[in-house]
């Protein structure tokens, strides 16, 4: 299997300043972040975010980076978790001009370029669609010509990140996107409902003789759910390329 090549810098922990914050849906957040001698990252890569107490205590999380590697700022979607350490304070007391230590960027296995080609199947359970959001900016950013595909699932349409940016996206632009909505669906609704299944993955494509990169994030339950349907479908395993999240006190 071909080998990423991803910039080797150091891995250490910066000061990044707070540009604004955007209110993505009800319980989460996109916090934009100015970050000095930012050494610059692939699309799928995370972060470390480590928060300090006045009495010395430090909390710290993973979170994957929403912008594109184009990009001047560096964005990073936070979904609040109502009893968690970390991601009440950065959707709900976090102020433009605020300091936050960050540490990046890590990962060089869920990571995609333009240069990798395709094409893509992008399947997101929820918040997983963060990094792959970023492989979709990247994609848009140097006006590839590589065939994207999006499977998009999420409890209401309420819930689903960047709504409007989804919606620009179109064939033109080489990305195609769905949907499938697991609880509520507004009126005249056109998209999938229910579970992310083998049908629905038939649907969407490529099929497997078209040897697509094929990334899923999401919550545990849900990747291991449709990385068997892939598999059942008649992809290799080694195409699948998986992140995983799960409880973590937030």
Not at 79 to 97: F, K, M, N, Q, W
Not at 101 to 114: A, K, L
Not at 234 to 243: L, S
Request: aromatic share 6%; charged share 25%.
């Amino acid at each position: 299997m071909e080998r990423l090549s991803i910039p080797r810098a150091p891995i250490v922990w910066r000061l990044a300043a707070v540009r604004e914050s955007i209110a993505e849906n009800a319980h989460a957040k996109t916090i934009v972040l100015d970050v000095p001698d930012w050494p610059g990252h692939v699309a799928g890569q995370h972060v470390d975010v480590r928060l300090t107490a006045e009495d010395g205590y430090q909390a710290q999380r993973s979170y994957s980076i929403a912008s594109a590697p184009e990009d001047a700022q560096l964005a990073l979607t936070v979904e609040r978790i109502d009893d968690g350490e970390v991601s009440p304070y950065l959707t709900e007391e976090l102020r433009p001009g605020d300091e936050l230590e960050i540490r990046g960027p890590i990962g060089g296995h869920f990571t995609w370029r333009v240069q990798d080609r395709g094409p893509l199947l992008l399947v997101a359970g929820g918040s997983g669609l963060v990094p792959l959001m970023a492989m979709l900016r990247h994609h848009r950013a140097q006006d590839s010509s590589v065939e994207a595909r999006l499977l998009l699932s999420a409890r209401a349409w309420d819930d689903v990140l960047y709504r409007d940016e989804l919606s620009r996206l179109g064939a033109s632009d080489g990305i195609q996107t769905h949907f499938t909505l697991t609880r509520s669906h507004p009126d005249c609704w056109t998209g999938f409902s229910g579970r992310v299944d083998a049908e629905m993955l038939t649907t969407v494509g490529p099929p497997p003789d078209e040897r697509p990169r094929i990334y899923v994030c999401g919550p545990t339950a849900f990747v291991e759910h449709a990385a068997d349907l892939l598999i059942d479908l008649g992809h290799p395993p080694q195409a699948i390329r998986a992140e995983r999240f799960g409880p973590t006190g937030g």
